[in-house]
């Protein structure tokens, strides 16, 4: 038997939710690859069209929709929706979040409403959907919950979120218990720091050395990776492809004996995990820029 018969994936539909760009669009590609048929949304219109696409071309049958996962009526919609476009749902992927950097006594409760909404109510309301339409098939399935490796230790800057985050992990634990007698099984991946668009753009840069005017993006990464270094055993950042890989194993049949458990796809981060405290600098989970960055970047040590 086939690596590929072995997983079992071929023919199985999946709900990606938050598919359309960085690590959705990934784990869509990747399940598109292996025969699965995908149901995805998302509040990027333009990036949902083009990985909507890509996914076609590859003779996927496909149904997406644009939606914000913080509204909950338009979520009912969307999972109605799922419903019309297809006749089985084996597969449920939970990518939407957000972080931003802040201190704690400078939030206020509308933040804390938004980071709720969108880093842990949609995923409840998402495995509701998904567990009753495995439980009604009588074929169970799984779900895989995107968390991150901050909610698995202290996150000075990100307490909210990191918290949120645990609440999804212990969900997951929970429901997997639970849900086991109906063959759903639950999962979680927890990666570290994998650049994608979305995490560019929450980046807070008065806490975090932003590329200096004129530099370009390439640089800025190889930079990245430089700090990288220094904190992660394999030494390196987070690839896409690293995530979508452990989300294919967990929503496939070689994993059938798995459920409850956290895969840290994280380059070892989280077996040695340690904010460090730099004076001046206050707590960095990277060794600074100015210890790495090249003369051409045009950083200097303090």
Request: aromatic content about 6%; glycine content about 10%; charged content about 20%.
């Amino acid at each position: 038997m086939t690596l590929e018969q072995r997983a079992g994936l071929a023919g199985k539909v999946a709900v990606v939710l938050g598919g359309a760009d960085g690590l959705g669009a990934g784990i869509c590609q990747a399940l598109a690859e292996a025969g699965v048929d995908i149901a995805l949304c998302d509040i990027n219109a333009e990036a949902l069209d083009r990985t909507v696409g890509t996914l076609r071309s590859q003779g996927r049958r496909v149904f997406a929709q644009v939606v914000d996962v913080r509204d909950r009526a338009a979520l009912d919609v969307f999972w109605a929706s799922v419903d019309t476009a297809f006749t089985q749902v084996d597969i449920v992927v939970n990518v939407v979040g957000g972080v931003r950097h802040t201190a704690f006594l400078d939030t206020v409760p509308a933040d804390w409403d938004g980071d709720i909404t969108k880093n842990y109510a949609y995923v409840v309301q998402s495995c509701h959907h998904a567990a009753r339409r495995m439980r009604d098939s009588g074929r169970g399935g799984s779900i895989v919950n995107i968390t991150t490796i901050e909610g698995y230790r202290a996150a000075p800057g990100f307490s909210v979120y990191a918290g949120l985050k645990a609440g999804v992990a212990n969900l997951t634990r929970s429901l997997a218990v639970e849900l086991a007698p109906m063959g759903i099984r639950l999962n979680c991946v927890a990666p570290d720091q994998t650049p994608t668009s979305g995490l560019w753009a929450c980046i807070d840069t008065t806490t975090y050395d932003p590329p200096p005017p004129g530099s370009d993006m390439d640089e800025a990464m190889r930079l990245a990776e430089a700090q990288a270094r220094n904190a992660i055993p394999l030494g390196r950042m987070g690839r896409v492809d690293d995530i979508a890989n452990c989300v294919l194993f967990l929503a496939s049949d070689l994993a059938s004996y798995v459920t409850g458990q956290t895969l840290h796809a994280d380059g070892g981060a989280m077996a040695s995990a340690g904010w460090f405290h730099f004076p001046r600098l206050g707590f960095r989970n990277r060794v600074p820029l100015q210890m790495v960055a090249t003369p051409a970047f045009g950083a200097t040590a303090d």
